[in-house]
């Protein structure tokens, strides 16, 4: 039963109908800041317990305010250097590096490492199983250990491709028309590698006592040659020996100015071996001296005849008790 119909039961009238409330309007106005409670009531003391509003909590009846996400990355730019999409560095000898970037890191300062020569060595056909860089400027590439591991100047880490191809190709190649390109290839690498920044060694150095009987039998040969053949116009170069020497007989050093023969031919080779290729560096001398490329071509060959030696960067020695 309703309260209105209980009323007319008790006091017999009928109350009058409440008047009908305005749309959109609420029945009973709410104080500001009252949280929806009746005009007039008290509001809850400050620091109550169970009226504290939480920390960082937002205010009912207002939006929060919108959420900013952080700044998404751009995309990164594609490698303006196709190499370094591929995973290859480029050292400062080779032109693709040139502009691709404004301070390019060390290790492509630097150039590749022998792992990375070793893969286009192999790309190329070369069968060598290791590359090992040096700081020989005198033999810039060579092979090892049966032809397993080859030995470049370090220069050769800032190579291009084409010329480790010719690399490879010299030492792999069977046919002479490719040879002599991939060799023509590699020297003009070398003539454009910039000089070392080492400072030379000293122009002479200790000779030890037990090789002083076979350096003045070297010298007494190159006196002798001189003065028959150059008319004593050579410059007087000092003669050292070397036991490191395991394939070669000796070398001309043009800085510092110097001979260098093997200690093991002076000491085991026949009469006339160690003397033989004292004559054959003396030729080397005569063309650094007269402004000739020191090599064995042409000239080489018409003095090496004229001085009986074997007209050859290489020749068959003969050996004590063989």
Not at 55 to 67: E, I, L, S, T
Request: hydrophobic fraction near 35%; proline fraction near 12%.
């Amino acid at each position: 039963m309703s309260w209105k119909n209980a009323l007319l039961d008790l006091f017999g009238f009928d109350p009058p109908d409440e008047p009908a409330k305005p749309a959109g309007r609420p029945s009973t106005p709410r104080a500001p800041g009252t949280n929806g409670a009746a005009a007039g009531a008290k509001a809850p003391a400050a620091g109550h317990p169970s009226q504290s509003p939480r920390p960082n909590a937002p205010k009912r009846g207002r939006r929060p305010p919108p959420r900013t996400s952080p700044p998404s990355r751009p995309p990164a730019a594609p490698p303006s250097n196709p190499a370094a999409s591929a995973g290859l560095r480029t050292g400062a000898g080779d032109p693709r590096a040139n502009g691709s970037h404004s301070a390019p890191a060390a290790t492509e300062s630097r150039g590749r490492t022998d792992a990375q020569v070793l893969a286009v060595m192999r790309a190329a056909g070369g069968g060598f199983r290791r590359v090992l860089f040096t700081r020989n400027r005198r033999v810039m590439a060579s092979l090892a250990d049966g032809g397993a591991t080859l030995r470049l100047n370090g220069a050769f880490a800032t190579a291009p491709d084409a010329v480790l191809f010719a690399v490879a190709a010299l030492f792999s190649t069977r046919d002479g028309r490719k040879r002599n390109a991939a060799r023509d290839a590699v020297r003009r690498f070398i003539e454009k590698i910039p000089a070392s920044p080492e400072p030379p060694r000293p122009q002479t150095r200790r000779v030890p006592s037990h090789d002083r009987p076979h350096v003045e039998r070297m010298r007494a040969e190159f006196d002798r040659v001189n003065a028959l053949h150059f008319g004593g116009e050579l410059p007087v170069a000092p003669f050292y020996l070397s036991g490191r020497m395991r394939r070669r007989n000796g070398h001309f050093s043009a800085r510092p100015l110097e001979i260098v023969i093997s200690r093991h031919l002076c000491t085991h080779g026949e009469a006339g071996e160690a003397e033989a290729t004292v004559r054959h560096e003396m030729i080397h001398l005569w063309q650094h001296a007269t402004g000739r490329p020191v090599d064995h071509g042409l000239d080489f060959r018409r003095m090496a005849r004229k001085l009986d030696v074997h007209p050859r960067a290489t020749r068959p020695v003969k050996w004590r008790g063989t």
